[in-house]
Every structure is written in C-alpha cells, then in structure tokens.
T-cell receptor, first 111, second 115 residues
Framework: DAGVTQSPTHLIKTRGQQVTLRCSPK?????VSWYQQALGQGPQFIFQ???????QRGNFPDRFSGHQFPNYSSELNVNALLLGDSALYLC??????????FGPGTRLTVL | AQSVTQPDIHITVSEGASLELRCNYS??????LFWYVQSPGQGLQLLLK??????LVQGIKGFEAEFKRSQSSFNLRKPSVHWSDAAEYFC?????????????FGTGTRLTIIP
C-alpha cells in the first residue's frame, strides 16, 4: 500500500516564475491538505481540498492556489514566486474523519 | 486562534537516557493532539495521537505521551532513547474531525543523541 507521494522531490525556480507541485494521496483517502515548512519552522497550513473543492484555507495569499482531481490527487500552484516562498512543501492526506498522513515533501528553492 | 508552544528548541540526551519533550497548547476546548517526527530531509511521521479517553497514549517506536487538561499540555516521553531517535519532533493540534482538518504545529524540538 503506497503512502502519500509527491513530485518532484526538488525544484529550483527564479523570482517571478510559477511552479506546480503534485501529490497523490494514500490509498483510501479522499482529502488532501498542503503545508509550507520554512527552514527551522513547523509546517504552516496552506489549504485543504475535498470533493475537488477548497474546503479550508490558511493565511496565504491568492498566489497560492490548488486543484483536486477526480482521482483525489492534487496540485499546488504558486504564481509570481518570491524568495520567501523557498520552503519544503508537504502534502498530507486523510479520510473524511481521521489523522493526516504526510508525504516526503517537495523542496522548493527560489533564486 | 489556537496555538502550540514547544518551549525547547534543542535537546541533547545521552543514548539510553530518558526523554521528555514538552508541548503546551492554547485553546478553549480539548483539541485533538498529535506528535509527529521528522528525520532530516523527510516528511512527517505520526508517532501518536490523543482524541479522548485514557490520558496516557502509546505510540510507535516506544514513545508515549500524557495529556494533562489542567496544564494544557501533551508531553512526549520515552524511557530509553536510541541513536536512531535523533530527529525533529513536532506537536500539533487539530480542532475538528479527529484531526482531518487544519493542523496547527509548534516550532519543533530538535533532538540530538550523544553516545
């Protein structure tokens, strides 16, 4: 049983560019959440998707957007990248009720 | 808004010694409580969780945690640490659906094990 998978593992972009990160949830899970973890910090909640809709959102600007597909996989898009967007981006999946399981993350570096 | 405090940024423990990592939360009701571990460059692995009932919960890798409502604390313990326990530990709080929704994390405690 595969756990949560994320791609790519690492990514390097320049300021102003756009990036798309991908996540496949654990088998049997239908809810996907995204977190940003800056260096030396705890993860910060970005948003959560359920039934292809954004269900909950943290305190992140509109440059951060997402999508969930019918197979429950999800994408995180960040537009107009800033240096401060450099972080580890974690995807977590869960069922409608229950704890979240995290993927290995995508390390984004913005130059 | 709820918050989570991990007062110890870095802890160093000798291998075989006992360990306690502190976690305090701020919220009016009892939230769902979690401890996650993160090895360098890795994602988060769930160690244990508290939803309700017995205030002492057992987790994986020999870890346990005790919920104390009066102190708003959920401290993580292990009687004897192993070198492989060196990692970053995060306490997290969820408010709804047994942790299915937004989790609020502490800033983490980095654990170093010395021989």
């Amino acid at each position: 049983d595969a756990g949560v998978t994320q791609s790519p593992t690492h990514l390097i972009k320049t300021r102003g560019q756009q990036v798309t990160l991908r996540c496949s949830p654990k088998s049997g899970h239908d809810t996907v959440s995204w977190y940003q973890q800056a260096l030396g910090q705890g993860p910060q909640f970005i948003f959560q998707y359920y039934e292809e809709e954004e269900r909950q959102r943290g305190n992140f600007p509109d440059r951060f957007s997402g999508h969930q597909f019918p197979n429950y996989s999800s994408e995180l898009n960040v537009n107009a990248l800033l240096l401060g967007d450099s972080a580890l981006y974690l995807c977590a999946s869960s069922s409608l009720v229950g704890e979240q399981f995290f993927g290995p993350g995508t390390r984004l570096t913005v130059l | 808004a709820q918050s989570v405090t991990q007062p110890d940024i870095h802890i160093t423990v000798s291998e075989g010694a006992s360990l306690e990592l502190r976690c305090n939360y701020s919220y009016g009701a009892t939230p769902y409580l979690f401890w996650y571990v993160q090895s360098p460059g890795q994602g988060l692995q769930l160690l244990l969780k508290y939803f309700s009932g017995d205030t002492l919960v057992q987790g994986i890798k020999g870890f346990e945690a005790e919920f104390k409502r009066s102190q708003s604390s959920f401290n993580l313990r292990k009687p004897s640490v192993h070198w492989s326990d060196a990692a970053e530990y995060f306490c997290a709080v969820g408010l709804h659906n047994f942790g299915n929704e937004k989790l609020t994390f502490g800033t983490g405690t980095r654990l170093t094990i010395i021989p």
